[in-house]
């Protein structure tokens, strides 16, 4: 049944564009993608969270005229385990769930045991963004034998983006000497930008400027720790920027650095953003933590320091700085590394394998 024709993917997203987000961008792109190898049938959310508990009734609802003629169901987050259970109720089609670290660690107790203990267990295979996020569901007690790791993918542009080093200029108002370090991404605690700030940014060169962009809850620490040590001609905080501008920053930096801390109850359960950088050719440093060490093959596409050691950073930014030839020949090894390993092309066939598995006749 599977070889003769493409397989039927229902595929249910409670997060989808127009809203921006990760996992809004994430189950966009593996939708569009297994479009492209399997019949997809998407039956999205659109209009952000405000509008859930209308999408669940309408999801249910859509998802019984179609069940009939799917081959798999695909929930683009934990959160959707309710609806799959009532699938599995309703039907012997396997239900496959992607997960996230909150999907897991998520604190509230009903959602821990209601989700945790009954809908996500009657799903028949998770796809774990990180091997963090499998140990975090094991150690709640969730079948290992039912999680599979498949990574975030990345897209590519069809042709190589011309951004130059004036553009970069124009986004921060300033001209800017080399080099010039970039931290991208939503400012929580277990991102470390407060610590980099504090705690790095002394240890290098007076020539080097910290760009960071996006916005958070940190916003203000980070905001404090660049007064506190006065660094304000060295450190510029941008907040939030649109698509063009951080295609322009991730493409004309000099150096990605993603400095990750431990935070209890808080992890990373995988590096998007810096997969996004190393496919845009620039040398990412990041913490050897949680799913950062699933984005980043340690020496391939950027290198992995010691989470929380001010020191290992500052000597790894020092060293790959030195010489800016090699920087530049590492940068294109880390874009030819993550089109090899995590297109969205390969990511939709690690996908399809797993669907195909639960799909084989008895």
Not at 3 to 14: D, Q, Y
Not at 45 to 62: D, E, I, T, V
Not at 294 to 302: L, S, T
Request: glycine share 8%; charged share 20%.
């Amino acid at each position: 049944m599977v070889n003769s024709r493409p397989l039927k993917v229902l595929f249910i997203s409670r997060a989808y564009p127009p809203v921006v987000g990760g996992i809004e961008k994430q189950n966009h792109e593996i939708a569009q993608a297994l479009a492209k190898i399997a019949n997809v049938q998407i039956i999205a959310n659109h209009r952000g969270k405000a509008s859930l508990p209308l999408f669940f009734c309408y999801a249910f609802f859509r998802a019984l005229t179609h069940i009939p003629t799917c081959d798999v169901v695909l929930l683009g987050d934990g959160v959707l385990a309710i609806l799959g259970f009532v699938v599995k109720c309703l039907s012997h089609k396997p239900v496959v769930c992607i997960l996230h670290g909150l999907d897991i660690t998520f604190r509230n107790p009903f959602y821990q045991q209601l989700w945790l203990k009954r809908f996500l267990p009657a799903m028949d295979k998770y796809i774990a963004v990180g091997n963090e996020t499998i140990r975090q569901g094991v150690l709640r007690g969730m079948p290992k034998d039912k999680f599979v790791f498949i990574g975030n993918g990345v897209s590519f542009p069809s042709s190589q983006c011309q951004y130059r080093r004036d553009d970069l200029e124009k986004i921060v108002g300033r001209k800017l000497p080399h080099p010039v370090l970039l931290t991208l991404g939503r400012l929580v605690k277990r991102k470390g930008v407060e610590w980099f700030v504090r705690n790095v940014m002394s240890r290098l060169s007076n020539e080097t400027i910290h760009i960071i962009a996006g916005d958070g809850k940190e916003k203000q620490a980070i905001q404090q720790a660049i007064k506190d040590r006065h660094l304000e001609s060295r450190v510029i905080f941008l907040g939030p920027v649109n698509e063009k501008q951080k295609q322009v920053l991730l493409h004309t930096v000099d150096l990605f650095v993603q400095p990750n801390i431990p935070v209890a109850g808080d992890m990373e359960g995988f590096g998007l953003v810096v997969l996004e950088a190393a496919a845009a050719g620039r040398v990412v440093i990041a913490s050897r933590l949680e799913g950062l060490q699933d984005a980043i093959h340690d020496g391939k596409n950027g290198i992995l320091v010691t989470p929380g050691s001010a020191a290992s950073y500052a000597s790894a930014i020092n060293t790959v700085l030195q010489d800016p030839r090699s920087l530049r020949e590492r940068g294109n090894e880390a874009s030819f590394h993550v089109q090899e390993h995590f297109s969205w092309a390969v990511i939709a066939q690690r996908y399809l394998q797993v669907f195909q598995t639960l799909c084989r006749p008895d």
